[in-house]
């Protein structure tokens, strides 16, 4: 029978207290406190002792998952900071440098912030991103931590307090504004970090207002979640379980078609009993579940893991959604795959499934101009090109009109990548080159203080 547990975080301080870490040699023990001065770590006991295979370290895909590596650093990064702790330097100095590795990891993809924040009265309104037309991303202020760290996520840098993201409860009310005065906005997706991080009188204090009749045309509520992998005792055993379940089926009966985005990156994460009965518990809500990750070196780069992994999903009623290309950021390059070997793992694991699954995505960037797919491989007049196509636009017109760039077997992102037939520019660029500058000008006085915080912790929360 399925046992409660209680929630147990393990950060850098606690590297030399977590009981399945003694199988490890004192010098994987050492690389990670070098690279968490550095990257947010965080696990937990349920990763600890139920996702993750200790007979398979370092090779498991879940310890690589949310344990830090050595290769995840460049060797004199990772040298500069095992120096200074070896020194036994001041935890000023040790930060000092930290910082600089930081910012040397572009910790601020594509501006995404000053180029998504939306203006009100000529002030931006925190905590919110709104780059597509139908669907406005929130950032609730507690929301902003996750109950484990992936060690490839492209938000680290706010984990470890480089962004501004967060804003005071007291200014929902202005992003609430934001959504009722614009009538164009059907989907609202509470984003993070995990939002399912946040006490259920925090939730409901998001999710209930939307239900008055001002946001009628807010017809879905989508929550990006990896809870279901890192803790499903949420939805079980936990305190609060039956009263977020209770909460989801209000949404619901309201009208509201609620959605777990769910981010599962490995089957391990969907066969546990714990995981399997939160995935039954939130569904018989009326939520439904939808699934997405990106590929990525060491985890999951085999057709195979995807095949079954959606497998284990439609199984269970979850429906896989977008397959994403690893953002340009962090420690990207531990992790990326080539563009073209991301296509072949997606082509391969899709020509085994039936239409059922194929309402997956893929792989799909999350650039500047939209959610750029790679549709295929092929050839025009002798020359070999990326069938490429956007699936949401920054302008919406954009979008499925299937464009092509120069193969490149070693391209990684979208800007590796030139346009196919010696044309100079994508059909899109100087529109998007416009827009960028616009907003750019709009948002003048604001970058400073939303891309860069004052006071950078080390470590994580
Ligand atoms: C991916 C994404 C969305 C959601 O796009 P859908 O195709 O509707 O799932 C919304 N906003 C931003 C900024 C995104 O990156
Ligand atoms: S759960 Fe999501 S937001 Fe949190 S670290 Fe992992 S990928 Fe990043």
Redesign the pocket.
Known sequence: MIKSKKLILYGSRDIDNIPELRVLPDKKKFDLKVISQVLPFRTNNYVVEELIDWDNIPNDPIYQLTFMQKGMLEPEQFDTIARLINENAEPRKIKAAANKIRYSLNPHPAGQLTANVPLMDDEPVRGVQHKYRETCLVFPSSGQT?????T?????AQ?VGMTNLKFATDESKRFQTYIKDHKEISDVLFT???PMVMTLQKLEAYLLPLLAPEFDHVRNIRI?T?SLS?WPYKYVTDRNADGFLRLFEKVVNAGKHLVFMG?FSHWVELETDIVREAIKRVRNTGVEIRSQSPVLKRINDSAEIWERMWKTQLKQGIIPYYMFVERDTGTRKYFEIPLARAFEIFRNSYKKVSGLYRTVRGPSMSASPGKVVIEGISEINGEKVFVLNLLQGRNPDWVRRPFFAKYDEKATWLNHLRPASGEEKFFFEDELEMMMKKKKKLMKDFIEELEVSQDIETGAA
Do not use: L, P, S
Not at 146 to 150: I, S
Not at 152 to 156: A, G, K, L, S, T
């Open positions: 996750c109950h484990a760290y992936c490839f996520c492209f938000r680290w984990f993070g970090g995990d990006g990896k890192y981010h």
